[in-house]
């Protein structure tokens, strides 16, 4: 069983920056793709930015390109998700969750939650104006 556990987020102006980690036990997420989620209220939750199990390849949604990387360190089964230039509207709960792909998915980044088999808790990020 893989056990996913996020940092705490946060109270951030907009215009700032925050950086969330995703830590990983049970077993190393080598081999499994990584990405952020983030659900606010009413809505589905949405993948934001995610990195194929290679590492090769990462996907950003339109709404945070260029602003929010994500990033990962296999030796430490931690993946990170750093967010600049923050705008009221990124204001939600964000997830990490991880997808067992491997071998020839090098390049997949599954973009619906029941392609992701392990989830984090949750972590409120609130940006303020």
């Known amino acids: 069983q893989v056990q996913l556990v996020e940092s705490e987020g946060g109270l951030v102006q907009a215009g700032g920056s925050l950086r969330l980690s995703c830590a990983a036990s049970?077993?190393?997420?080598?081999?499994?793709?990584v990405a952020w989620f983030r659900q606010v209220p009413g809505h589905e939750r949405e993948c934001t930015a995610g990195m194929s199990w290679s590492g090769r390849v990462t996907y950003g949604s339109d709404s945070v390109k260029d602003r929010f990387t994500i990033s990962r360190d296999n030796a430490n089964n931690t993946v990170y998700l750093q967010m600049n230039s923050l705008k009221p509207e990124d204001t939600a709960v964000y997830y990490c969750?991880?997808?067992?792909?491997?071998?020839?998915?090098?390049?997949?980044?599954?973009?619906?939650?029941?392609?992701?088999?392990?989830w984090g808790q949750g972590t409120q990020v609130t940006v303020s104006s």
């Open positions: 969750a991880i997808s067992r792909l491997g071998g020839s998915d090098w390049f997949r980044i599954p973009a619906r939650t029941y392609e992701y088999d392990y």
């Open positions: 049970g077993r190393t997420f080598s081999g499994y793709a």
